[in-house]
């Protein structure tokens, strides 16, 4: 079903319920930790988990791209790198909030360019460190409203739920402490597909939950198989409020991320898997980063370190070559 009049939209969401929540602590402020637990679980210092797919594909490429949607509840998604001879085997549609619930509703609907859709929860998390209670995240498949064949590299609209204390100004977040009761982190798009140079399996994975994290995480996932020998193997993350630090500065952006024990994002190699770049220079709080990394073996390592901020992991995708 498609909806053209703005109206009939705001009715659809406005009509959800959110609970309102004391406004956001900022980064670094000392009472951060102790105020979330007084609103909601709190985030762990250290996670670590063993994880096996959400999707399987056993011959696939893929690509991804997001927009960051903190102080505003519309975006916009530029998908780029779909090859032209490609067939699109599944496009699905990824976002995350936080809000004054404990627990995120089963299905949550979205606008994708123009669609009304709904998607599934796939993870409840603590809310990172901005006053709310939890944190959630959900998946749709829009498949149908991606172009199957030859040109998916299109720019996608994207419109999360909201109510009327959502902050639509796009302001500096952290300029901005009024209460909110939802506060929108971003949206990324996964496009799936199989063009006359795909060998190899692909896997996402997606069962987060419990796992906001400000210290350490650790997760050990199944890798695709029958893994092809060499190649220039692909790994995606998404992930929820990554910052340069309180807007312009630099003072949050040092988080380094390993695969198999090589570094392959944060310093020195190259910019942090978690600067929020997928809304820079502001709103920032949304990352999609895809890297080069070599997959051998029945398992691979995902390790990420920080210096203290609060941080979700959304999503992960392995891409054999």
């Known amino acids: 079903m498609k909806f053209t009049t703005l109206p009939l939209i705001l009715l659809l969401f406005t009509s959800l319920s959110f609970s309102q929540k004391a406004p956001e602590i900022p980064f670094g402020h000392p009472e951060a930790l102790e105020f979330l637990e007084q609103v909601g679980p709190a985030p762990q210092a250290e996670v670590s988990l063993d994880m096996e797919p959400s999707f399987k594909y056993d011959r696939a490429d893929h ?13 916009t998604i530029a998908l780029r790198g779909v ?12 976002w995350n909030f936080s809000d004054g619930n404990e627990k995120g509703a089963d299905t949550m609907p979205v606008l ?3 669609n009304l859709i709904r998607g599934r929860k796939t993870a ?3 809310d990172p460190c901005w006053g709310m209670t939890a944190n959630h995240t959900y998946v749709a498949d829009v498949t149908a409203f991606t172009n199957q064949s030859g040109h998916a590299n299109q720019d996608y609209s994207v419109v999360l739920v909201f109510d009327e204390a959502t902050d639509t100004s796009g302001v500096n977040p952290w300029a901005n402490f009024a209460p909110q009761n939802v506060r929108p982190e971003g949206a990324s798009l996964i496009v799936v597909f199989e063009s006359d140079a795909t060998t190899g399996p692909l896997t ?20 695709p198989g029958p893994l092809n020998p060499g190649g220039a193997d692909l790994f995606t993350m998404l992930g929820a409020d990554g910052q340069l630090g309180g807007g312009y500065s630099l003072g949050a952006t040092n988080e380094t991320t390993f695969f198999n024990g090589v570094q392959i994002a944060g ?4 910019n942090s898997d978690w600067d929020g770049s997928d809304g820079w220079p502001l709103v920032q709080l949304w990352d999609t980063h895809t890297h080069i990394v070599s997959l051998t073996g029945a398992t691979s390592q995902i390790n990420y370190n920080t210096g203290g901020d609060c941080l979700v992991p959304v999503a992960f995708v392995l891409d054999d070559k």
């Not at 690509?63 to 975006?75: H, I």
């Not at 987060?208 to 995480?217: R, V, Y």
């Open 112 to 114: 994708f360019n123009g």
């Open 124 to 126: 409840d998390n603590p």
């Open 267 to 270: 310093p020195p190699v190259t």
């Open 204 to 223: 996402i994975y997606d069962a987060l939950s419990n796992t906001t994290f400000f210290n350490s995480f650790s997760a050990t996932v199944a890798n």
């Open 83 to 94: 090859p032209t001879d490609a067939r699109v085997i599944q496009s699905l549609l990824y």
């Open 63 to 75: 690509v991804a791209n997001g927009v960051a949607m903190r102080n505003r509840t519309s975006g």
